[in-house]
C-alpha cells in the first residue's frame, strides 16, 4: 500500500471536535446565524462531489475571485478535499492581471463575482477553454444554483501523497510579473499544526476572523489554526473597525495586519473591557512599528505577538508565546523550520551581522508554477529558499527584519511591487521612464510615490496618470502621488538608485501636521 494519507483535509477533519454540532463559524454578517462542523464537513463534501462530477481532476487548478464569504471557504475545503488545487486571487486584481493569472495557471474552473461574469468568462474561455461559475458576498449566484441542482452526494476525502499539490498563491516578483508559488498538503499541514501548537490553540478559543481569504495570512494561517484546533470563528467579511469592536468582547484569538491595530488605535472603543476574553493578538505581513506595539500594551495589557512569513514559506518566524515578546522582532523560527542570515555568496554570517534571510523545512514550497529555472534560482544549496528579506539575528536568538532587498512596497499588508507599476507608466506616450519607491505613510504603513521622466515636448499632470493607472491596477498597488522630474539619479553601473530617491520624497505622503 502506498504511504500514508498527507491530505490537510482530513488532517483537519480528525481534528473537528468529536460533537461535530459543535459552532464552526459564527456569521454575524447574515445575521448572526452559525456553521456547525457538520455543516462545514458536508458543504464541502458536496461541494467537491459537484466538482468531481464537473469533470475535474485531481491537481487541476481552481481559481477563485471573489468577496469573502463562508461559501468561499468552503470551496477551499472541497478542493482540499477532492484533490484539486486552490488558487485565490485578490479581489482587487483588474482584468489584465486576471488574464494573466488565468492564463498562467490554465485552470479548469473560474469561480467569480457575478457582477464580472461577461468579463472572466471571456478570459477563462480564451486562456484556458475553462468553466466559469459565480459566488457573491451573500453566498449566491450560478455556483449555489448549481449545488443545489447537484443534490447532497458527497465526494468522500480524495487520500493525497504530501507533495501534491493544494494550493497555488500568485505573489510578484521583481520581474513585475505575478509567480504561482506551488503549496503542497506538507507545506501547510506542517505549518498549520506548528502555528496551532506554538500559540496554543484549543477547540475553546474563539477567533475573530476579519482578514481577506485570498492571501496566505487569512486563509491559510488564521483558518488554519482554527480548523486544525476545533476552535470557532467570528467570520466578518472585512475589516470594519465598529464590528471588529462589536465581536471582540466574545472572542479569544485576533490576527491582523499592522494596519489593523492601528486602525483600532485610532479612537475610542479599545480597552481593556473590550478584550476581556482576549488572550493572544498576533501581527504580521509587514513590519509593526514599535511605538502601535507599545500603545496596544498601554491601552489594553495586551502584547501583540509578531510572526513573519511570506507566501512562499507560509509561516517561518514568532515571537514566543511565554517568553518575551520583543517589539521590532519577529522572534525565533517555528519548530520544523530553520533560519539563517547569508552574504550574498550564501555563506552563513556570524550572529549579530546583517544578511538575506534563508528559510528551511516542510513549510518552503517546491517552486513556482511552470517556471523550475526561476524556482531553482531562488534555493541556495541544502534546500535553503532565498526570501529576499535582509535580516539580523541577535544575540538572544530573536529575528530583525531590517529590510527587503527587492524594493518591495508594503501597503496596509498587501505587497507592491515597483516593477508592475514602472512597466504601465513607461508605456505611456509622453513618458521616457519611471521609477515607483515605498516612502512612510501614516495608514497604510507605506505609500508608493512615482517619479517620472516625461519625453522631451510632452506634458502630462498628476492626476491624470494616477487616474490611468488606477484603470489598470488594483487600487492598493496605484502611487499616492506622482512627480515630475528631469532625470532618475544612476550609479556607475546603471541602476537606479533607489535610496537616494526615498530619501528625498520621504516626507510626501505623511499627513500635514
Ligand atoms: P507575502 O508573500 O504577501 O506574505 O509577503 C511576504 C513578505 O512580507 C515578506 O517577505 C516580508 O518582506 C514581509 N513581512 C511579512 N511579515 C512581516 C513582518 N512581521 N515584519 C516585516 N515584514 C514582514
Sequence with gaps: MAGEDASLY?????????????????????????????????????????????????GDRVAVQVEKSPEALLVYLACLRGGFAFMPM??????????????????????????????????????????VLTLDAEGKGSLADALA??????LPPVPCAPEDLAAILYTSGTTGKPKGAMLSHRNLASNGLALRDTWRFSADDVLLHALPIFH???????????LLS????????????????????????????????????AGSGLDAEAVRNMR??????????????????????????ERYGMTETGMNASNPYDEERRAGTVGFALPGTEVRVTDDNDNVLPQGETG??????????????????????EFAEGG???????????????????????????????????????????????????????????????????????????????ETLLARLKERLANYKVPKRAFFVEELPRNTMGKVQKNLLRDEYRETCRPAA
Aim: aromatic residues 8%.
Design 356 to 377: 538575506g534571510l534563508q528559510v528551511r523545512g516542510a513549510n518552503v514550497f517546491s517552486g513556482y508554477w511552470r517556471m523550475p529555472e526561476k524556482s531553482a534560482e
Design 10 to 58: 482530513a488532517l483537519m477533519e480528525s481534528n473537528f471536535p468529536v460533537d461535530r454540532n459543535r459552532i464552526a463559524m459564527e456569521l454575524p454578517d447574515r445575521g448572526g446565524s452559525a456553521w456547525s462542523f457538520d455543516d462545514l464537513s458536508e458543504g464541502a463534501g458536496r461541494c467537491a462531489g459537484f466538482l468531481d462530477a464537473l469533470g475535474l481532476k485531481k
Design 216 to 226: 496566505a495570512h487569512g486563509l491559510f494561517v488564521a483558518c488554519h489554526c482554527a
Design 149 to 154: 441542482a447537484h443534490g447532497n452526494e458527497q
Design 90 to 131: 485578490n479581489t482587487a486584481y483588474r482584468t489584465e492581471e486576471v488574464d494573466y493569472l488565468v492564463g498562467n495557471a490554465e485552470p479548469a474552473l473560474v469561480i467569480c463575482d457575478p457582477s464580472r461574469e461577461s468579463e472572466i468568462a471571456e478570459i477563462a474561455n480564451r486562456q484556458a477553454g475553462a468553466k
Design 280 to 305: 493572544l493578538f498576533t501581527s504580521g505581513s509587514a513590519p509593526l512599528l514599535t511605538e502601535t506595539f507599545d500603545a496596544f500594551r498601554e491601552r489594553t495589557g495586551h502584547t501583540i505577538l
Design 384 to 462: 535553503w529558499f532565498r526570501t529576499g528579506d535582509v535580516a539580523r539575528i541577535d544575540e538572544d536568538g530573536y529575528v530583525h527584519l531590517v529590510g527587503r532587498a527587492k524594493d518591495l512596497i508594503i501597503s496596509g499588508g498587501f505587497n507592491v511591487y515597483p516593477k508592475e507599476i514602472e512597466e504601465i507608466v513607461d508605456d505611456m506616450p509622453e513618458v521616457d521612464e519611471s521609477a515607483v519607491i515605498g516612502v512612510p505613510h501614516a495608514d497604510f504603513g507605506e505609500a508608493g510615490v512615482a517619479l517620472v521622466v516625461l519625453r522631451a515636448g510632452e506634458a502630462l499632470d498628476e
Design 230 to 265: 476545533g476552535a470557532r470563528m467570528i467570520w466578518l467579511g472585512k475589516f470594519d473597525r465598529d464590528r471588529v469592536l462589536a465581536e471582540l468582547p466574545r472572542a479569544t484569538v485576533f490576527m491582523g495586519v499592522p494596519t489593523f491595530y492601528t486602525r483600532l488605535l
